[in-house]
T-cell receptor, first 113, second 116 residues
Framework: AQSVTQPDIHITVSEGASLELRCNYS??????LFWYVQSPGQGLQLLLK??????LVQGIKGFEAEFKRSQSSFNLRKPSVHWSDAAEYFC???????????FGTGTRLTVIP | DSGVTQTPKHLITATGQRVTLRCSPRSGDLSVYWYQQSLDQGLQFLIQ???????AKGNILERFSAQQFPDLHSELNLSSLELGDSALYFCASSVGSSGGGGDTQYFGPGTRLTVL
């Protein structure tokens, strides 16, 4: 069965600083990987997804993520954080033909001016 | 705006009661998924319907049930409510049935249920 670990519960960064959120997955075959963002009082919005091909994936709002099979990781990055990026970020894993996603416990991002 | 709508936004009820949460998927999407988000359990998959039929089940309690209607909207019924059922309930939709694979899931804004 698939599983996801997000080791950082809460991260604080200064506005304009770079950001990396960690995600490790467990799955025997090639996973389908997703990053979602949840702003306060909002639903989950898809930032980016990886199915196959280029291991560096570009998403919305200036985010990118890199799939590293050797490390079972799919870390999310942004070169310069904006105050509006403050939210909760969820990594999720699926598989070819699977019906549902398995989500990590989330990382809450605080941005300080 | 994902195109997925959920009503109501908030629901406050008492233990032992029954409530119904409603979800309308994005236009053209045939699958509806229900998730529960709580502080202690995180975001957990409950159940999936595809074109009116149950397709997958997750950690859904026997007190909970769902259905998808011919117009593709879905309802999640929660009965004999307990304090621990207080949570944010999300609905998501996708075009096909493989929401964990090639089909991207689009989430609604959620219904916050408070059981007193």
């Amino acid at each position: 069965a698939q599983s996801v670990t997000q080791p950082d519960i809460h991260i604080t960064v200064s506005e304009g600083a770079s950001l990396e959120l960690r995600c490790n997955y467990s799955y025997g075959a090639t996973p389908y990987l997703f990053w979602y963002v949840q702003s306060p009082g909002q639903g989950l919005q898809l930032l980016l997804k990886y199915f196959s091909g280029d291991t560096l994936v570009q998403g919305i709002k200036g985010f990118e993520a890199e799939f590293k099979r050797s490390q079972s990781s799919f870390n999310l990055r942004k070169p310069s954080v904006h105050w509006s990026d403050a939210a909760e970020y969820f990594c999720a894993v699926g598989a070819s033909g699977a019906n549902n996603l398995f989500f990590g416990t989330g990382t809450r991002l605080t941005v300080i001016p | 705006d994902s195109g997925v709508t959920q009503t109501p936004k908030h629901l406050i009820t008492a233990t032992g009661q029954r409530v119904t949460l409603r979800c309308s998927p994005r236009s053209g999407d045939l699958s509806v998924y229900w998730y529960q988000q709580s502080l202690d359990q995180g975001l957990q998959f409950l159940i999936q319907y595809y074109n009116g039929e149950e397709r997958a089940k997750g950690n859904i309690l026997e007190r909970f049930s769902a259905q998808q209607f011919p117009d593709l909207h879905s309802e999640l019924n929660l009965s004999s409510l307990e304090l621990g059922d207080s949570a944010l309930y999300f609905c998501a939709s996708s075009v096909g049935s493989s929401g964990g694979g090639g089909d991207t899931q689009y989430f609604g804004p959620g219904t916050r249920l408070t059981v007193l």
